[in-house]
């Protein structure tokens, strides 16, 4: 790997020009996550965000070098961890046995990721955790489960992995959860470019300055052990990142935190689409921003096609070309800082 194509990163966030994809924290599809990580690297975006697990991170890792050899470019590779219950990190299931015959199965149709199929359950590798197919049962058979890993395993699996980043999701009151993941992390011995910090509002009901309180125990921490931060702002988590509510969400949590979050970027995440960069006020001291469910739906209909194919996406040259213009048209208006 080329190490200088990594440098530039940091450029873009002092720029606020940074960008990442998400490709969840529960994605474990593996064909699709290699085609995903490198349909955006080669978009140019500047980080890639995986689910914290050894044959994920195989997977994004052979898109990526697909890439650095065919596009010169190599994104971050991050891992996203939790300090405790978070629905990132959650799966669907149900028991298709005591489905009743006569169910139109409304699951399978709210599902966009095809984990449920006919006559299935759901397909664990294929769920995200988006949490659609919950309420649609009319029999409330969907249970969710936790997809974590121990914060104690942390460092075992960081120092075989090896990535240049890593995410901690956290919540509010979690603090010593929060530095007992770090001190598992830092374990690894692994040099981490940085660690991002993700907490939003919505979700937990509490005022901005209580987020803003939460937020500079963690930058103290962050210092106390000698790491950088991003502040990741989720916005509206898990929201589907369609339409202008969530972009506006999203938009909202910025301005409520931008003059009294800690010291270091602040990117914004959970309802984040094509939509939100009309929204943003000048001197919105944004230095970034990621997309998630929006950038995996843009790309979907590429990959359910390659896969009927037979092929990758990246196996695929016409499929790949326009799947990269569509990625391009997401991430260009980004790549200035002209919002
Ligand atoms: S709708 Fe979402 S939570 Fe339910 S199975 Fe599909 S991906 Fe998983
Ligand atoms: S909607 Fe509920 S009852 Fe119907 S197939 Fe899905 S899980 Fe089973």
Same mark, same amino acid.
């Not at 149900?94 to 006559?119: G, H, L, S, W, Y």
């Not at 106390?224 to 589907?240: E, F, H, N, T």
């Not at 037979?310 to 326009?322: A, R, T, V």
């Given at each position: ?144 489960? *936790?997809?974590?890993?121990? !914060?104690?395993?942390? =460092?075992?699996?960081?120092?075989? #992995?090896? /990535?240049?980043?890593? +995410? ?115 001197? *919105?001291?944004?230095?970034? !921003?990621?997309?998630? =469910?929006?950038?995996?739906?843009? #790309?979907? /209909?590429?990959?359910? +096609? ?34």
């Amino acid at each position: 790997m080329d190490q200088s194509l990594l440098h530039s990163h940091e450029v873009a966030l002092r720029q606020g020009s940074w960008i990442k994809f998400i490709c969840g924290a529960s994605n474990e599809d593996l064909p699709s996550i290699s085609d995903l990580c490198a349909v955006y690297a080669a978009a140019g975006v500047n980080c890639i965000d995986v689910a914290a697990d050894y044959a994920v991170v195989a997977a994004a890792r052979e898109g990526l070098d697909w890439v650095e050899a065919n596009h010169g470019l190599r994104p971050w590779l991050m891992i996203s961890v939790t300090d405790g219950k978070d629905i990132h990190f959650r799966k669907a299931f149900f028991d298709p046995k005591i489905c009743p015959k006569e169910c139109k199965r409304p699951c399978e149709k709210v599902c966009p990721t095809n984990a449920i199929t006919k006559n299935s359950g759901v397909l664990n590798d294929l769920c995200y955790g988006c949490g659609r197919c919950i309420p649609v049962c009319p029999l409330k058979l969907i249970n969710e489960k *936790n997809n974590t890993l121990k !914060i104690e395993d942390f =460092g075992d699996l960081i120092s075989r #992995i090896k /990535p240049d980043a890593v +995410e901690i999701h956290t919540s509010p009151g979690r603090i010593n959860e929060f530095e007992n993941s770090l001190k598992s992390i830092l374990k690894s011995k692994v040099t981490l470019r940085r660690i991002a910090v993700s907490c939003g509002l919505e979700i937990h009901g509490i005022s901005k300055y209580k987020l803003s309180q939460e937020l500079w125990s963690r930058h103290e921490c962050l210092r106390r052990y000698k790491q950088k931060p991003i502040w990741q702002l989720d916005g509206r988590p898990m929201s589907s990142d369609i339409g202008i509510s969530t972009a506006k969400a999203a938009i909202s949590l910025l301005e409520k935190m931008h003059s009294i979050a800690p010291p270091g970027p602040l990117q914004l995440a959970g309802g984040t689409n094509s939509q939100t960069i009309h929204y943003l006020s000048p001197n *919105n001291g944004l230095a970034g !921003i990621a997309f998630g =469910g929006i950038a995996r739906k843009l #790309i979907q /209909p590429f990959l359910i +096609e390659a896969k009927a194919k037979n092929k990758k996406l990246i196996e695929w040259p016409e499929g790949w070309d326009k799947a990269l213009e569509v990625a391009k048209g997401l991430i260009n208006p980004w790549l200035s800082n002209n919002y």
